[in-house]
């Protein structure tokens, strides 16, 4: 019940309070599952991952199997740039929970910050085969895409998004690139403005 007070915290991006949550619950229970999970996260939000990786692991090994706690430790291990244990993880989710479409869509963004775009490109379709209307895997694709210039698939998961979102920025600018390869700068313009 402590926790929640910690967890809404965090949602509301204050992350000193919710810290300061999660160190009063250790204070007096160390191996609290709750209080080294939203320890971890915050540390991420601080930017800390060498200190969240810490508290993650002693999280997940507190309390073994959970989803968001390895889904944590997972995008802290590709803060650090260790891509290589993050894609272990985010399989091993994968497999292990083959309804869940978050472990596909954090590698996904993964893969896009390590500039590895056909990997992420393979990620987004994986969630999109899970959920197939998806918008935020549709976005990740119209985003992959779009940087690998291949238009036609820009244009159709772009226009998934704008058929919901008709504002998303993302969206607009791949459909304003599919354009523009089509040669109809005035449609790209209209979408760009």
């Known amino acids: 019940a402590r926790s929640q007070s910690g967890f809404a915290a965090y949602r509301d991006h204050r992350f000193v309070d919710a810290e300061s949550v999660a160190d009063a ?3 007096t229970l160390p191996t609290d599952p709750n209080g ?19 508290w993650i692991k002693q999280a997940c090994d507190a309390a073994p199997g959970q989803l968001g706690f390895e889904l944590a ?11 290589d244990a ?26 896009r910050q390590a ?3 056909d990997a992420a ?14 918008v935020e895997a549709h976005r990740g694709l119209a985003i992959v895409c779009e940087n690998l210039r291949d238009w036609p698939a820009a244009r159709r998961h772009a226009d998934a998004v704008l058929a ?29 403005e």
């Open 115 to 117: 500039n590895a775009l």
């Open 36 to 54: 080294l999970y939203l320890k971890a996260i915050c540390r991420r939000a601080r930017q800390d991952p060498n200190g969240a990786l810490l």
């Open 164 to 192: 919901v979102e008709p504002g998303d920025a993302a969206a607009l600018s791949a459909r304003a690139g599919a354009d523009l390869a089509d040669q109809s700068p005035e449609t790209a313009r209209h979408l760009i």
């Open 73 to 83: 430790a997972a995008q802290i291990l590709g803060d650090l740039k260790a891509y």
């Open 121 to 134: 490109r393979t990620a987004y379709e994986a969630a999109l085969s899970r959920q197939p209307d998806h």
């Open 25 to 27: 619950i250790l204070a």
């Open 86 to 111: 993050a894609r272990s993880r985010f399989e091993a989710l994968a497999e292990a929970f083959p309804e869940a479409i978050e472990p596909c869509l954090m590698r996904g963004l993964m893969e």
